[in-house]
């Protein structure tokens, strides 16, 4: 196992609900890839400094986790097809 942090950059336009639903599918993705969450932090919404898909705002969220080695493309992926995720950052630690 080794650790990882993750930040994502949601749509600054989301629902307060949306933004948790997307949180916890990020959670429920790391879960279900053998991964633990040991850290979750919501740094809320913000706005840009430069527009992203015609977005102003964006809302942010940073994750710690452990999970294998071969998880992070798996969720690279998953967070790629999301429409919801404006940007993502996945560092290994």
């Given at each position: ?84 995720v404006l940007r993502y950052l996945l560092l290994r630690e």
């Amino acid at each position: 196992m080794r650790e990882y942090e993750l930040l994502v950059l949601g749509k600054g336009d989301l629902a307060e609900s949306e933004q948790k639903t997307l949180t916890t599918e990020i959670e429920r993705t790391i879960s279900d890839g053998k991964g633990t969450v040991q850290k979750r932090d919501d740094w809320g919404k913000r706005t840009l400094a430069y527009e992203i898909q015609k977005h102003k705002d964006g809302v942010y969220s940073l994750f710690h986790f452990l999970a294998p080695e071969d998880f992070p493309k798996k969720l690279e992926k998953k967070l790629s097809l999301n429409e919801d995720v404006l940007r993502y950052l996945l560092l290994r630690e």
